[in-house]
């Protein structure tokens, strides 16, 4: 059943370019976005940069599948990718919903170093890709860049436990308020790009479901729907108030 869907998700990419950046603006690197890298001399990001593969994805297109070993870091410059798994009978899972200026290293740093999830683009998207032996090397090289790492993973556990006590709640709504509280703080320009299906998958109900809390949310002027797959708090506040009420009593 995997192979069935890797092979109805395989299409060609777009090798852009190995020398240089295409995403270079006003002299500005990509990786100085990145918590990861931003704490870097300039000079070894543009190595980094300068070293790295950047390509263009199809909408659909399988960047890696689960137990593939992890050659790159991905640092999305342009569209929207999740991450995901499959169950034996095809039953699609979504980890996350991934946007411009995030990127995906974590495993790299496990033993196997292989991806334990699927990585699947929902648009047509622009990545560069940084060789993991590179960037391991600049681990021994560079001191700030491993204590950049450490606190990136200190902040993301905290994430992920709070992600565990989000799918704890029981009020679909309060749940639903709680996701877009989150995805509020990293999304660009504060606007969600989900559709209705990866935002259900993500939290664990129907689409129905949140079809329905969407409905209220946006009837009590806490969000906004902007079309096509996108979403706006209008009223961070009181959506985090209702998002703390599953507290109360």
């Given at each position: 059943?995997l192979?069935?869907l890797?092979n109805?998700?395989?299409?060609?990419e777009?090798?852009?370019?190995?020398i240089?950046c295409?995403f270079r603006?006003n002299?500005k690197?990509?990786?100085?976005e990145i918590?990861?890298?931003k704490s870097?001399?300039k000079?070894?990001?543009?190595d980094?940069v300068?070293?790295?593969d950047h390509?263009?994805?199809?909408?659909?297109k399988?960047?890696?599948?689960?137990?593939?070993k992890?050659?790159s870091v991905?640092i999305i410059r342009?569209g929207?990718?999740k991450?995901?798994?499959y169950?034996?009978?095809g039953e699609?899972y979504?980890?996350?919903?991934l946007h411009?200026?995030?990127?995906?290293w974590?495993?790299m740093?496990?033993n196997d170093?292989?991806?334990?999830?699927s990585i699947?683009?929902l648009?047509?998207t622009?990545?560069?890709?940084?060789?993991?032996?590179?960037f391991?090397?600049?681990l021994?090289k560079?001191?700030?860049a491993?204590m950049?790492?450490?606190?990136?993973?200190s902040?993301?556990l905290q994430?992920?436990k709070?992600?565990a006590q989000?799918?704890?709640?029981?009020?679909?709504l309060?749940?639903?308020?709680?996701?877009?509280?989150?995805?509020?703080s990293?999304?660009?320009?504060?606007?969600?790009?989900?559709?209705l299906?990866d935002?259900?998958?993500?939290?664990?109900l129907?689409a129905e479901?949140v079809?329905r809390?969407?409905?209220?949310?946006?009837e009590?002027k806490?969000?906004?729907r902007?079309g096509q797959?996108?979403?706006?708090?209008?009223?961070?506040?009181?959506?985090l108030e209702?998002?703390?009420?599953k507290?109360?009593?």
């Open positions: 059943m192979n069935l890797y109805k998700y395989m299409s060609k777009l090798e852009i370019s190995t240089g295409p603006k002299n690197l990509c990786t100085s918590r990861l890298f870097l001399p000079d070894v990001q543009e980094l300068n070293h790295s390509i263009q994805y199809p909408k659909g399988i960047i890696a599948q689960e137990g593939d992890i050659d991905l342009h929207r990718i991450t995901c798994r169950d034996a009978n699609e979504i980890m996350d919903v411009e200026g995030q990127a995906i974590h495993d740093f496990l170093y292989t991806y334990h999830y699947v683009t648009t047509t622009m990545v560069c890709k940084i060789k993991r032996t590179d391991m090397h600049l021994t560079y001191p700030n491993t950049s790492l450490i606190a990136m993973l902040t993301e994430e992920a709070e992600k989000l799918l704890s709640v029981r009020q679909p309060i749940r639903l308020a709680g996701f877009l509280i989150s995805k509020d990293t999304c660009t320009n504060h606007v969600i790009c989900m559709k299906d935002i259900a998958a993500s939290i664990g129907r479901t079809s809390c969407i409905s209220k949310l946006e009590q806490l969000i906004t902007l797959g996108k979403l706006k708090v209008t009223n961070r506040l009181k959506l209702l998002y703390n009420s507290n109360i009593g």
